[in-house]
């Protein structure tokens, strides 16, 4: 069964570094997101993508986050200067034609020193 | 913020129904209603979705009142890999409404644990 892969599973930066964080999605799904979850809270919306642009975007993907799908297989989140309350978990997530039915990946586990 | 109220915890004995039940009492003519879930931090899992039908697939069935105001998802034999966080969302996933491209609002869900 296709499935959504996450690189890296987790990662350690420092404050102020550049993170890529990078998605396979599953090959012939037409949209993508990015949604975060910061230890014992909810699910957050980031951004989704279509057609080589975003879509959507929530009040937490500001200036320092970018989407970007360089290779029509990978789909990845930058976070240009990471801050200390980015540290959550990056989860990525496809669809097809039917745009709420999701399939998530893993995660990254992304923690900022 | 999340348009739906569920239950924060409920409980079921391994081999018995679940029965998770929701509120979404301002949901739209276009909007569906979803059901995800999570086991300890692993990405949300489509479970199954609905507009005013019943539906049921290998997972779980949907019941939706008439009104649509309220659902519940059935998990028809618990077993113990059943335990997670229920989400019920309602999304518009055609954007008729112009209000959304997909985006999925998770709330806190139902915390569901199921015993031996």
């Known amino acids: 069964e296709p499935e959504v892969t996450q690189t890296p599973s987790h990662q350690v930066t420092q404050m102020g570094q550049e993170v890529i964080l990078r998605c396979v999605p599953i090959s012939n799904h037409l949209y993508f997101y990015w949604y975060r979850q910061i230890l014992g809270q909810k699910v957050e919306f980031l951004v989704s993508?279509?057609?080589?642009?975003?879509?959507?975007k929530s009040e937490i993907f500001d200036d320092q986050f970018s989407v970007e799908r360089p290779d029509g297989s990978n789909f990845t989140l930058k976070i240009r200067s990471t801050k200390l309350e980015d540290s959550a978990m990056y989860f990525c997530?496809?669809?097809?034609?039917?745009?709420?039915?999701?399939?998530f990946g893993p995660g990254t586990r992304l923690l900022v020193l | 913020d999340a348009k739906t109220t569920q239950p924060t915890s409920m409980d079921c004995a391994e081999g018995r129904a679940a029965n998770l039940p929701c509120n979404h009492s301002?949901?739209?003519?276009?909007?569906?209603v979803y059901w995800y879930r999570q086991i300890h931090s692993q990405g949300p899992q489509y479970i199954i979705h609905?507009?005013?039908n019943n539906e049921t697939n290998e997972m779980a069935s949907l019941i939706i009142t008439e009104d649509r105001k309220s659902s519940t998802l059935i998990l028809p034999h618990a077993t113990l890999r059943d335990t997670a966080v229920y989400y019920c969302?309602?999304?518009?996933?055609?954007?008729?409404?112009?209000?959304?491209?997909?985006?999925?609002?998770f709330g806190q869900g139902t915390i569901l644990t199921v015993h031996p």
């Open positions: 993508f279509y057609n080589n642009e975003i879509s959507e």
């Open positions: 301002t949901i739209s003519g276009n909007e569906y």
């Open positions: 609905g507009l005013k």
């Open positions: 969302i309602v999304s518009d996933p055609s954007n008729a409404g112009g209000t959304s491209y997909g985006k999925l609002t």
């Open positions: 997530a496809s669809s097809g034609a039917s745009r709420g039915t999701q399939y």
